[in-house]
């Protein structure tokens, strides 16, 4: 049985309520069933009650779903929700987070626009830039994230967009957000940041002053590891070239995978505390260990930009990266020994990972990009979950001495 009551939208009450009712209730639409969870609409196309009514949804006259490379509802309710969170007027889903990263550059770039990217982005994102948009005629060039003056002495008459991911990964770097939005705008460029390591649980980069954020969905939002997916989010105004770019290019979210990051976002922000509470207790533990010589995460007071940290963001992350004695044997050996924690380069899972930079990541760059870069053989880089903190130490101990 179903009432005409259960149905329709169900948050159109939510002003000015808080980030976790938002982050159960924002986009949800209920059909006349009644189901209390979000619906899946595994569907490609959608029926027109008439001819007229075919043509006035193509035309954009009468709001609904034509075909889903366009809409999709359990998708739409994703991107509701992530807007919702992130403080934006409009959020688009993506197949991943590189598609996200490409429809940005896609909709906002042309030819002979130059494009400044942060140095220690992820890895895929420098091929993106190099290998293709360079094809293109996009410039780029890379700056220190941190380097306010740096940034600024690098923009150009012709920058177009100032592209960065804070926190870094792996060594935990910021840049000031608010600051480097000022930049942007003094220069006439846009600003966007990949959100990916903080997710809006722990930073808002649009209510920093960023025109765009963007995020690997396949992580955080996720969260345990079972998916693809990305969104990027901003301004109504940029978002309709996004949005247009996706939809004919083609490389939009599947509805089974918007249902499993809506489910995701529900439980975003009590994940991220319990991740933020572990990193913390391991990286102020491991910091104490002999066998360590430097640990990078800014929850540390030895964090360079720890003061920075506790301003922009409401948790330093998840990611414990840190160098032990000795080079890149003594990191394998540390790893190798290691029973519970998996050896892979993927986070944002419940499941705690380690990996070695140097040889995966950033294996592919030379020893003196590396270098630059600050990747030393001895580092090894921790993604934690969600097990038990005693756990995991006792597994980092094994490591410990094996060095
Ligand atoms: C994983 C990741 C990406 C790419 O996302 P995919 O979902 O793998 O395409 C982009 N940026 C950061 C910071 C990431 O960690």
């Known amino acids: 049985m179903t009432e005409e009551w259960q149905a329709g939208r169900l948050d159109s009450d939510l002003d000015g309520v808080g980030f976790d009712t938002l982050a159960v209730r924002a986009g949800q639409q209920r059909s006349p069933e009644g189901e209390h969870s979000e619906a899946i609409y595994p569907t490609s196309s959608y ?30 309710a994703f991107e509701e929700r992530i807007a919702a969170l992130e403080g934006a007027e409009q959020a688009v889903a993506t197949s991943s987070g590189m598609s996200a990263i ?39 060039d890379y700056v220190p994230l941190a380097d306010l003056q740096a940034w600024s002495a690098a923009c150009k008459p012709n920058t177009k967009l100032l592209f960065v991911e804070s926190p870094s990964n792996p060594l935990a770097e910021l840049v000031d957000i608010a600051a480097l939005a000022e930049i942007a705008h003094g220069k006439g460029a846009l600003l966007a940041v990949d959100n990916c390591f903080c997710t809006p649980a722990l930073q ?20 345990q590891g079972r998916s693809m997916g990305g969104v990027v989010a901003g301004k109504a105004e940029l978002m309709k070239e996004v949005v247009g770019f996706l939809r004919t290019a083609g490389p939009t979210l599947s509805p089974f995978n918007a249902w499993i990051f809506l489910k995701g976002l529900e439980t975003l922000r009590v ?11 391991l990286a102020e533990w491991l910091e104490q260990q002999p066998g360590i010589e430097h640990v990078y995460y800014s929850g540390l007071p ?5 003061e920075l940290a506790k301003r922009q963001q409401s948790g330093f992350g998840a990611v414990v990266s840190f160098e032990v004695k000795g080079g890149k044997d003594a990191a394998w050996r540390f790893i190798d020994a290691t029973r519970v924690i998996s ?61």
């Open 102 to 140: 490409l429809a940005m550059v896609m909709s906002l770039c042309s030819g002979g626009d130059h494009v400044l990217v942060s140095r220690s982005v992820f890895g895929s994102t420098i091929s993106l830039f190099e290998k293709y948009l360079k094809r293109f005629g996009v410039q780029v």
């Open 204 to 223: 808002q980069p649009l209510k920093l002053g960023a025109d765009l954020v963007m995020h690997s969905a396949t992580k955080y939002i996720d969260g």
């Open 302 to 306: 030895s964090h360079p930009q720890h």
């Open 47 to 76: 029926v027109f009650r008439t001819a007229a009514d075919a043509a006035a949804r193509f035309a954009g006259e009468v709001p609904g779903n034509v075909y889903s490379r366009y809409t999709n509802p359990t998708v739409r």
């Open 343 to 403: 050896i892979t380069t993927n986070l944002g899972d419940t499941k705690t990972t380690i990996a070695h930079p140097a040889t995966t990541s950033h294996g592919r760059l030379s020893p003196a990009e590396r270098a630059s870069a600050g990747i030393r053989d001895n580092l090894i880089r921790v993604a934690v979950g969600l097990e038990d903190i005693v756990d995991l130490k006792a597994d980092l101990a094994r490591g410990l001495a094996a060095l």
């Open 271 to 281: 994940r991220m505390q319990a991740h933020c509470a572990s990193s913390q207790q």
